[in-house]
């Protein structure tokens, strides 16, 4: 009695080999393209970081100091500036939100006599701030970032 045993063959060899290059190139592939998906996500994430930042800070602060008219649109050394008042124990304090030297800063102080606008908290870098009362209790503010990336939004405030 004799066995039959099979003898391999090139091609069998050959055809693994392909097989397993087609799975890598495959998924090389895929890594490649999962990581520029990745790249562009994140890249728009960080665009439009600023702008659409310093916009949702200015409204947070609006609704947090809204309170009978101490939320008004003024000047602060020159700059145009979102004024918000508070009155703790007598004494009246200002917030002062503008645009300085491409920066957006805040201040809080009990008066203005001999303060700069430099002196205030940069919050974050920008291009351009608009800020535009377009009734009693409405108003609208734009940024434009270092990108160019613009944002706007409208703030309506209820205490007036």
């Not at 090139?10 to 890594?31: C, G, K, N, R, T």
């Not at 700059?79 to 304090?93: F, G, I, N, S, W």
């Not at 608009?130 to 209790?137: K, L």
Request: charged residues 20%; aromatic residues 12%.
């Amino acid at each position: 009695m004799r066995f039959h045993t099979q003898r391999k063959h090139m091609i069998d060899f050959l055809f693994s080999v392909a097989l397993f290059f087609v799975f890598a190139l495959s998924a090389l592939i895929v890594i490649l393209l999962a990581a520029r998906i990745y790249q562009s996500t994140t890249e728009h994430s960080s665009l439009n970081y600023t702008s659409r930042t310093s916009l949702s800070y200015i409204s947070e602060k609006i609704h947090q100091n809204d309170s009978d008219g101490a939320v008004y649109l003024g000047n602060f050394d020159g700059y145009e500036a979102l004024v918000m008042e508070q009155k703790l124990e007598d004494v009246t304090y200002y917030t002062y939100i503008y645009a300085c030297n491409n920066e957006l800063k805040e201040l809080f102080t009990s008066g203005t006599s001999g303060i700069k606008a430099s002196s205030g908290q940069t919050i974050l870098e920008i291009k351009d701030f608009s800020m535009e009362e377009i009734s009693d209790n409405l108003f609208k503010f734009s940024c434009t970032d270092e990108n160019n990336q613009q944002a706007s939004t409208m703030i309506g405030v209820r205490s007036r």
